[in-house]
């Protein structure tokens, strides 16, 4: 059994991108760029306008203004600003030459004679500069970048409407046991309805991952042969929970072996998720995570999303956050680096929420992340700082 540090490293060492396509900017979420985007133009491409107001020369602010011309957004100055000159401007509107400064409307009268008269004894320029954002040929994004929906409006930006992304891959996910059903189906007094297939599928979603549901395997080796050989010819990467551990009906690692899969670890010192396993071919990625739900959420988050995020081109960049306890937290059993569901209060302090164990799958619906508990340490004590992952 390996450390669960080990176990991140030997997954992530066997990745590889499977080359990039040009896909449209709308529909890029998720995607990692695989290529850097440059500006086709100054940002701002003119100096601008940032406010309504009267585009004049600073020097001139004490003397009644005369107005020559009217700028709208979307058009360009006719007249150069003289003495004591202005144009009313609009917001985003260009400057016009010979002015360094706009007023605000709010900051001025107008006069009899139709002038205005600027009622404040000083004014800010108000006024962006050519360039001052961002430059031609300036990088934008660089590669590598995951896209949000933040990184949508600089696509526009720069007229990048079409972009060279990293290709993602397939996933297929099965799940095993005799005693699952679909949730659809009302259990009869030996059954559970199969959540794990559904709560993976829907992590794989979040990340804008193409799936394949193969459905559940019955507890035999030749069903979990046919499964296994369904998910290899539909998918990169198979996910698998159930059927891991070491009793009468866990067929996997035989199964695996079968078609030619290295099983590169079955074990990990970690919890909850101990026999997970996982291995690989030329071509495919492996997982068998255990049939308890939250042990399943676990290593989805923790070790599958890092190679999936490699394949894609990007290192998985999960965020920790340092925090203090709330309460004591104390472990019986300190073999294993333990991952627990907690809550994070308004003041940031770490609290325990109700927790069964790794079948407790309505305990994730209320944390706020996982709270690291280390190998050997047993207890933590109040107002301790700890590593917290949200979720």
């Not at 669960?4 to 979420?29: C, K, M, P």
């Not at 100096?47 to 107005?67: F, Q, R, V, W």
């Not at 949000?148 to 720069?158: D, N, Q, R, T």
């Not at 035999?220 to 990467?237: E, G, P």
Request: proline share 5%; charged share 25%; hydrophobic share 40%.
């Amino acid at each position: 059994m390996i450390s669960f540090e080990e176990a991140i490293s030997r997954v992530t060492q066997t990745a590889r991108v499977l080359g990039t396509e040009s896909v449209d900017f709308q529909q890029s979420l998720g995607r990692v760029l695989a290529q850097d985007i440059r500006s086709d133009m100054d940002m701002p491409p003119f100096d601008k306008s940032t406010m309504d107001g009267y585009a004049c020369k600073s020097e001139d602010l004490p003397n009644h203004l005369e107005i020559i011309e009217i700028i709208p957004a979307g058009h360009f100055p006719k007249k150069e600003i003289g003495k004591n000159q202005c144009a009313k401007i609009m917001t985003g509107a260009p400057v016009p030459l010979g002015a360094d400064t706009v007023i605000m409307v709010e900051h001025t009268e107008i006069l009899s004679d139709g002038k205005i008269r600027f009622t404040k004894e000083k004014s800010k320029p108000n006024i962006s500069k050519r360039a001052e954002d961002v430059h031609f040929g300036d990088i934008v994004l660089a590669k590598g970048t995951r896209i949000s929906a933040k990184h949508i409006p600089v696509f526009a930006g720069v007229g990048a409407t079409k972009i060279e992304v990293f290709k993602r891959p397939t996933v297929a996910v099965i799940s095993t046991g005799d005693e699952l059903v679909e949730p659809n189906i009302q259990p009869n007094n030996s059954q559970i309805r199969n959540t794990n297939a559904y709560q993976l599928l829907a992590a794989l979603a979040e990340l804008n991952i193409e799936t394949n549901y193969i459905g559940i395997a019955k507890d035999t080796k030749q069903c979990t042969s046919d499964f296994i050989l369904k998910a290899l010819q539909s998918a990169d990467i198979i996910l698998l929970s159930g059927a891991v551990s070491k009793g009468d009906y866990d067929f996997v690692p035989e199964v695996l072996k079968d078609f030619g899969i290295e099983i590169l670890f079955h074990g990990i010192q970690v919890k909850p998720g101990q026999h997970t396993i996982f291995g690989t071919s030329d071509k495919k990625w492996f997982f068998g995570v255990p049939g308890n739900p939250v042990s399943a959420f676990v290593q989805f988050e923790f070790l599958i999303k890092p190679l999936i995020f490699k394949i894609m081109g990007r290192n998985y960049d999960e965020k920790y956050l340092r925090l203090p306890l709330g309460e004591d937290f104390v472990r019986r059993e300190a073999s294993r680096k333990s991952f627990e569901p907690i809550i994070i209060n308004s003041e940031g302090y770490v609290h325990r929420i109700p927790y069964n164990g790794s079948a407790h799958i309505n305990a994730l619906s209320y944390a706020d992340g996982f709270m690291v508990f280390e190998k050997g340490i047993t207890q933590l004590s109040k107002n301790q700082l700890v590593d917290v992952r949200q979720i």
